[in-house]
């Protein structure tokens, strides 16, 4: 009884890290996994590799207990590096959701909105499409894997109960965000562009001959248009994706080598 309670905040800063990973990592943190199995999930996890974290002396016991004075800051500390490793893992996906957002709402697929329950909000067709092939392509690398193998990690550099806040992490957030952006800028622009040129001829077009009907031919040309072009596009848009995937995941593994 007293091995265990020695162990028992030494292991629970382990569960409680990966339990923050549950928060927004890609995939665990779908709304669609029902929280139980999330919880069995951290648990098994957290408990099969707390004897081999403490046989590498990735984790030691020495100075830990459960007073809630001293144990509460480590566990806010622990939870706190999952959710920084979910979130920046999640910015891939949500960048070309928002690359979707943005030609959706050029081409005027903006009103085809549909509820996403995995996401329990309201979403257009193309964002969602996106989304999805990000995850599949997330998936395809093994992103989840590498994800966890991430926090696992992490306790070699960054011991239990010793992270502190600083700079770095939010030079990783804040450089993974403007990352994310210029993914989102890559995929879209292409058809905002041709979009724009497109709205430019028509506007000639009305003009040098009124008699003709430009709004009832402009709607459907924008979707031809915009489809045409995202369709010769979706080979540099795979591209564009694994690099941003293989990016995020060696900002994390940089990130967490350097703590």
């Known amino acids: ?27 665990l943190s779908s709304k669609v996994v029902p929280v139980r199995l999330r919880i069995v999930l951290t648990l ?5 590799m707390y004897p081999i974290l403490l046989g590498i002396g990735a984790v030691s016991t020495e100075g830990l207990s459960l007073e809630p004075g001293t144990f509460l800051p480590l566990a806010v500390r622990e939870v706190f590096i999952g959710m920084v490793i979910g979130l920046v893992a999640s910015l891939p996906l949500v960048a070309l959701q ?8 050029q081409m005027g ?3 085809a909105t549909l509820y996403d329950p995995a996401m329990d909000d309201q979403g257009d067709v193309l964002g969602r499409l996106f989304f999805f092939l990000a995850l599949a392509s997330f998936l395809l690398v093994n992103g989840h894997e590498a994800v966890v193998t991430a926090v696992l990690h ?25 990352s994310a ?7 879209a622009v292409p058809v905002i562009a041709i979009i724009f040129l497109m709205s430019i001829a028509m506007g ?27 369709i010769a596009g979706l080979v540099v848009i795979e591209n564009v994706v694994m690099e ?10 940089t990130w967490v080598e350097t703590r």
């Open 98 to 105: 928002m690359g979707g957002l943005l030609m959706g709402q």
């Open 204 to 230: 000639f077009v009305s003009r040098t001959v009124p008699q003709f009907n430009i709004l009832s031919l402009g709607f459907p040309l924008r979707i031809l248009v915009g489809f045409t072009v995202m």
């Open 181 to 187: 952006m210029e993914v989102s800028l890559r995929i």
């Open 44 to 48: 098994v996890l957290g408990v099969s």
């Open 1 to 27: 009884m007293n091995t265990i309670l020695v162990h028992l905040p030494a292991a629970l800063l382990v569960i409680l890290r990966i339990g923050g990973l549950m928060v927004f990592a890609p995939v």
């Open 154 to 178: 992490s306790f070699d550099h960054v011991p239990a109960g010793s992270f502190s806040v600083d700079s770095g992490v939010l030079s990783l957030l804040s450089g993974m965000l403007l």
């Open 244 to 253: 941003a995937i293989d990016t995020t995941l060696n900002g994390i593994t």
């Open 109 to 111: 697929l903006g009103f």
